[in-house]
């Protein structure tokens, strides 16, 4: 029941994609609709030029044999009335047969009227009756093809004049309807239409989608581009329309590109302001702090003190997140870093907040780790790991840092004791401002922003996991030189 009840939600999912496949806009169905339609216009076209050109003069028309047979027939019996109109009637009903649509439809049928001496001694059934046809085959002018019109229809009429002077002639009805009927009935219309369209949707299509090549890969490279990455794209072809529209991408990344290196430059030069006053009110503060004797005044001006050195913080890490973007975007060289001796130093710098923090700090580190990189991209990136792994200790906890080679890798990790974060954030906290919910401790939730952004400029990589220690492990991935 259940495996049975599998297939058809299977079933139905398949189909429900073959019919989004179907109905979702494309431009290579467009384009196939397009040339399909396209060529049974063509062939439309070419088809009812050919066929009123050949069909006005039906073959029958043509064949001066069967006239001369008919004619043959009526002059050799013209002696016999009653055998020559059975004759004769044999004859059409073989011309019937022969030249007539294959479906039978009547009024396409060609018909004979065969006069004798200005008598008609023979006519078919379905042909006009009355005098203007006789009078008008009596006058026609031997072996001339003419139109006659009945008054209901028009006729192709060929007649021919026997030895004996039997008047032969054959009526074969004419106009575009009919031919295309005639063409329509023996299937020499459609079936070719039919049968070709198929063997050249696959030529079509597969011709659509080789053209459209050069389209898929700027798309491509578009999709695989990070929102960094705004250098012109890499196509360099020729295709008018293509090249118009990769211009005028280009043109777009390099406004975009000038526009956020303005406002980076604004918000770099709004810290860099920034900072000035800040450390003059810290040290206006710190001065009156130190004059005070009120006990309520000295903590109110703590307050103050540890606010200021929060913003002081954030303005210093909004500089160095703009400063990193601003380099990356230059696209300047790096040079040939020591890491293991770069971690010794900032671990010395670092030691101080640690023991202020009561706060452990461990260093297990390979020598001679060498990347190509910025030593103020990898300092802020090594600070900033270091400095939450301090902050989201418990007093007392220990702060493992270790610097590995794995195959062509420099691993950096840092390790520690503290709450970890939850799976479910670790993508987040890269985020620029992000800090999980509910936090003690003071941040800007720009550090984790600023370790990513000087990891990607190295080409390489961060992920999170949890520490044996119980707490979070940062694991940095930098390509070794
Ligand atoms: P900040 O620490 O200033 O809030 P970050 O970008 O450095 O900003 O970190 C973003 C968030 O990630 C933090 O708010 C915190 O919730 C979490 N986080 C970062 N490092 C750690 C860590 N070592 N242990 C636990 N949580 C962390």
Redesign the pocket.
């Known amino acids: 029941m259940q495996a049975a009840a599998g297939t058809r939600r299977q079933g139905a999912s398949w189909l429900s994609m073959a019919w989004r496949a179907v109905t979702e806009p494309s431009l290579v169905r467009r384009l196939l609709v397009a040339q399909m339609g396209l060529l049974a216009l063509l062939w439309t076209v070419v088809f009812i030029y050919a066929a009123t050109e050949n069909g006005t003069d039906s073959p029958v028309l043509k064949e001066t044999s069967v006239y001369h047979a008919v004619a043959a027939v009526a002059d050799d019996l013209a002696d016999a009335p009653a055998r020559q109109y059975h004759s004769l009637a044999a004859l059409d009903a073989a011309i019937h047969q022969r030249y007539a649509d294959a479906e039978g439809v009547a009024e396409l049928a060609p018909g004979l009227l065969v006069l004798q001496r200005s008598a008609v001694v023979y006519r078919s059934p379905h042909l006009p009756r009355g005098a203007d046809a006789e009078s008008f085959v009596a006058s026609a002018v031997s072996d001339a093809r003419r139109t006659f019109d009945d008054g209901r229809q028009k006729w192709r009429v060929r007649v021919v004049t026997g030895t004996s002077g039997a008047r032969v002639a054959i009526f074969v009805p004419r106009g575009g309807w009919h031919v295309l009927i005639t063409l329509a009935s023996h299937g020499y219309y459609l079936a070719p239409m039919v049968i070709s369209l198929p063997f050249l949707l696959l030529p079509a299509w597969l011709s659509i989608r080789l053209a459209l090549r050069p389209w898929r890969r700027v798309a491509q490279e578009v999709a695989s581009r990070g929102p960094q990455d705004l250098a012109p794209l890499s196509y360099r072809g020729q295709h008018q329309e293509l090249a118009a529209m990769v211009d005028s991408v280009d043109a777009l990344m390099a406004r975009v590109s000038e526009a956020s290196a303005r406002e980076r430059s604004f918000i770099a030069d709004a810290a860099h302001e920034l900072r000035t006053p800040l450390a003059a009110m810290r040290i206006n503060v710190e001065a009156l702090h130190g004059q005070t004797a009120d006990w309520r005044q000295r903590e109110l001006l703590e307050g103050i003190l540890s606010s200021g050195n929060r913003a002081a913080r954030l303005v210093s890490q909004l500089l160095v997140l703009m400063r990193s973007d601003a380099a990356a975007s230059l696209g300047d060289a790096g040079a040939l870093l020591s890491l293991d001796e770069l971690l010794q130093d900032r671990m010395a710098v670092m030691s101080g907040l640690a023991g202020a923090r009561g706060v452990e700090l461990e260093l297990q580190s390979v020598a001679g780790v060498a990347i190509v990189g910025w030593r103020e991209s990898l300092v802020s990136l090594a600070d900033?790991l270091v400095d939450?792994?301090i902050?989201?200790s418990p007093r007392g906890g220990v702060v493992r840092v270790g610097l590995w080679h794995v195959e062509g890798w420099a691993v950096l990790s840092v390790e520690?004791q503290?709450?970890?974060?939850a799976p479910e954030l670790r993508s987040r906290?890269f985020d620029r401002f992000?800090?999980?919910p509910k936090?003690e401790q003071g941040?800007?939730?720009?550090?984790?922003?600023i370790a990513l952004g000087a990891a990607r400029r190295h080409g390489g990589r961060i992920e999170l996991t949890d520490g044996e220690q119980g707490?979070?492990k940062v694991e940095v991935w930098l390509p070794a030189a």
């Not at 503290?418 to 974060?421: A, L, R, T």
């Open positions: 900033n939450n792994a902050k989201y520690d503290g709450p970890g974060i906290v992000f800090r999980a936090q941040g800007s939730g720009l550090g984790l922003a707490g979070l």
